[in-house]
């Protein structure tokens, strides 16, 4: 691309007055040899956009550089069509609202930063979209319960073909066994009939929907837009091309035989609550053992969930569950004695309404530990439990019938472990590569990473859990319903409608070439320079999303719509053979390059901070919102996703003579926050092999840290900053400074 670039400086929201807009400007038209630089007072207003845009039009400018406002702001404002390359400068946020006007380490930081957009812009491309052969935006729903019937009638209804695939004979998946169902319309005092046939007839009815149902996955090769999926039904193949992917496969209730100490399999009158729709549906709840009908009730909440020996999470729908089962009896006769023992009672949302009405009814809730259920020679069964409140004892006298409320297991938790295993070499065993994963025989993909979705340590198929519930770490496969998380029906309901919109807008940004979240609107996507791989595998194995699969002889094969543009594999590639048109390991140290470094000053030790796009920069964003203010020896380097760190430039950095380089990226463990799922993780595992090449060579490992932040963390900002400075103040100059 023949470049003609055009900085334009902003001199309002006191840019102006803390600055020198002329020496900016200096660097931009003598060092950066810009042909085009201007500076206005409200470059965001109609009259500064109105310039840019002449420029663009009457002058030729093709490369468009605003030193203003962070780029997380007015991104909307500056938008001047594809064929425009734009490069943001943030000397607000970062630089005048955190550090003293008119001075000259702040002037210094400011040129600093013009300097790397300078050396970005020149490295960068335009990226050109990727287009797949015979695209398609049909959507593929796995599971025929109320979760999939619900996601594949959606999409339906939006406009879009929708493949439906059910292992069952009949589709209704769980609702199919319910006597009533939870209220799901006003006054949400009482059960309803179940309506699950409702569905199933306007299922068979939509023209759009493709059902199959005595059916299974044998295989889902390909990648968003172009995945080819291979369906066995009652023995026959048949063959399907969707765009995206929905798993609605649903859960299914904890295994009761492990709850001895319940009582359960070793009393006949303790059943679970499935066990009680089965006996609700025959007209009348009776007893097991002789068939005598029910006049007391105990209902034992939270029977296995919340509990570290069995389930630790709340299953969500238990309490609703229990609470509809107690107006069975009492509908049955309204005298009969129901007990309800709870941890607690969770009815979210409207359901607060049934518990009421239960209470209005007379049901007594007890909030207590069992200690014991033991049976009586009338087979009455006797409850020992501890009020958590007052701490007393309780003992029932016998009741006629107990119920368990069983937690929910997702269906993702069953099945064999495996493990993707790495080519062995000659005389020696197989060694594994990447992570354990389920082979639960729900989706078989042809993926090198495995057959299944990796998953969180319950068994639910991993996803950022508070940004981007729906997705999973395959792209274009979205999870939905119990499978995805415990849920009551209303919200099974709910989140398949969520889950269809995002395969929506997945098989929609596919076809134009677009990226998914987090990154939506990326055009770009990886190059692989294949005569330098050495077939090391570290990009196939790194990768989180599953988007890198290999050819005979190990050599990667990305999948363009597969990928989140993270930069991942870039970070993780040795020989540095993976870009993207504009975000590569050269522009990054082209961009270190470019900062300049005093040659002695030990009190003012330059900090290179590589910040995570997503977490680490908006909370440095925040910071000075906040007016909160800290050292001016930084300067800042957004990346994609720290996982996309590759550690040549540390070794650029401490090699420029930069005293110390601070790696700023999101929380990891089980609670990550990492948008990219593994990306701050492995940045820090990768960080970890260098401090000893660093002492070897004379340089200090302190002279790098990582540290984990939160966009919420920013008031941590100052202290992380300048706590880092004092510690490389101790330490001295970089001996390679100078050099």
């Not at 009814?361 to 259920?373: K, L």
């Not at 979705?453 to 508070?466: A, N, V």
């Not at 919102?625 to 590759?646: E, K, Q």
């Not at 900053?721 to 100078?738: A, C, H, V, W």
């Amino acid at each position: 691309m023949d470049k003609k670039t055009g900085v334009y400086i902003c001199s309002g929201c006191g840019i102006g007055e803390s600055l020198d807009i002329g020496a900016l400007s200096k660097v931009a038209t003598k060092e950066g040899k810009v042909p085009v630089c201007k500076s206005h007072s409200f470059l965001c207003g109609s009259e500064g956009t109105a310039l840019i845009k002449s420029d663009i039009e009457n002058e030729g400018v093709n490369a468009v550089i605003i030193a203003a406002c962070s780029p997380r702001v007015n991104y909307d404002v500056f938008e001047f069509g594809p064929s425009v390359l734009m490069e943001r400068t943030n000397l607000r946020e970062q630089i005048t609202w955190c550090h003293p006007a008119n001075d000259e380490d702040t002037q210094m930081m400011a040129e600093d930063s013009l300097r790397m957009s300078l050396a970005r812009t020149k490295h960068i491309e335009l990226p050109v979209p990727f287009q797949g052969e015979n695209m398609v935006s049909t959507i593929l729903v796995v599971g025929g319960g109320l979760a999939g019937m619900t996601a594949a009638l959606e999409a339906a209804k939006a406009g879009y073909k929708a493949v439906l695939v059910e292992k069952n004979s009949v589709l209704g998946g769980w609702m199919n066994g319910l006597f009533k169902q939870a209220p799901q319309k006003s006054p949400y005092s009482e059960p309803q009939e179940v309506d699950i046939a409702d569905r199933v007839k306007a299922i068979e009815a939509h023209s759009d929907v493709t059902v199959y149902t005595g059916a299974e996955i044998q295989e889902i090769a390909g990648a968003p837009g172009m995945f080819d999926v291979t369906i066995n039904q009652n023995g026959n193949t048949l063959t399907e091309r969707v765009g995206s992917v929905i798993l609605a496969t649903g859960a299914v209730p904890y295994d009761a035989s492990k709850l001895g100490h319940l009582g359960y399999g070793k009393f006949e009158n303790v059943i679970t609550g499935q066990q009680l729709e089965e006996l609700a549906s025959k007209g009348k709840i009776v007893r097991p053992s002789d068939g005598k009908e029910v006049q007391s009730i105990a209902f034992i909440q939270c029977a296995g969930s919340r509990d570290p020996n069995h389930l630790p999470y709340c299953s969500a729908s238990c309490c609703i569950e229990s609470l509809k089962q107690a107006t069975y009896l009492k509908e049955q006769n309204s005298e009969a004695a129901v007990f309800i023992f709870n941890k607690d009672i969770r009815t979210p949302g409207q359901y607060e309404r049934l518990y009421k009405q239960v209470q209005k009814d007379g049901a007594v809730f007890v909030r207590g530990d069992i200690n014991g259920i033991n049976e009586d020679d009338e087979k009455n069964l006797i409850i020992e439990a501890a009020d958590v409140l007052t701490g007393a004892s309780i003992s029932t006298e016998g009741v006629d019938l107990v119920v368990l409320a069983t937690g929910m297991v997702p269906t993702t938790a069953f099945g064999e472990n495996i493990v993707p295993q790495a080519e062995p070499e000659e005389g020696k065993e197989p060694e594994p590569q990447g992570e354990f994963i389920l082979r639960s025989n729900l989706l078989n993909l042809a993926y090198r990473q495995g057959p299944e979705m990796p998953t969180l340590k319950y068994g639910f198929p991993d996803s950022h859990f508070i940004c981007f519930p729906y997705e999973t770490r395959r792209t274009g496969i979205y999870a939905a319903g119990s499978v995805r998380a415990p849920m009551d029906e209303m919200s099974t309901i709910e989140d398949a409608i969520g889950a269809a919109m995002k395969a929506i807008q997945c098989v929609e940004l596919s076809t134009t070439g677009s990226a998914v979240h987090p990154r939506v609107g990326d055009m770009s996507f990886p190059d692989f320079a294949m005569q330098r791989c050495t077939q090391c595998k570290r990009c196939t194995v790194e990768c989180p999303f599953g988007a890198i699969n290999e050819d005979e002889k190990f050599n990667p094969l990305p999948n363009p719509t597969r990928c989140r543009r993270c930069g991942i594999c870039m970070g993780a590639c040795p020989e540095r053979i993976i870009s993207f048109k504009n975000y590569s390991v050269p522009m990054v140290g082209n961009m270190i390059k470019a900062i300049e470094v005093p040659e002695e000053d030990e009190e003012k030790p330059r900090i290179l901070i590589f910040a995570c796009e997503n977490d680490a920069y908006p909370a440095l964003d925040m910071a000075g919102i906040n007016r909160l203010s800290y050292n001016a020896w930084v300067r800042v380097i957004p990346l994609r996703c720290l996982g996309s760190m590759n550690l040549v430039w540390i070794a650029d950095t401490l090699s420029q003579g930069i005293d110390g380089i601070l790696l700023l990226g999101c929380q990891h463990g089980d609670d990550y926050q990492c948008h990219f799922v593994k990306g701050s993780e492995l940045a820090d595992y990768r960080l970890s092999k260098v401090a000893e090449t660093l002492n070897r060579l004379s340089l200090e490992s302190d002279r790098v840290r990582i540290e984990q932040v939160s966009i919420t963390d920013y008031d941590r900002i100052p202290a992380i900053l300048d706590g880092f400075s004092e510690r490389l103040i101790e330490l001295g100059p970089n001996p390679y400074k100078g050099f």
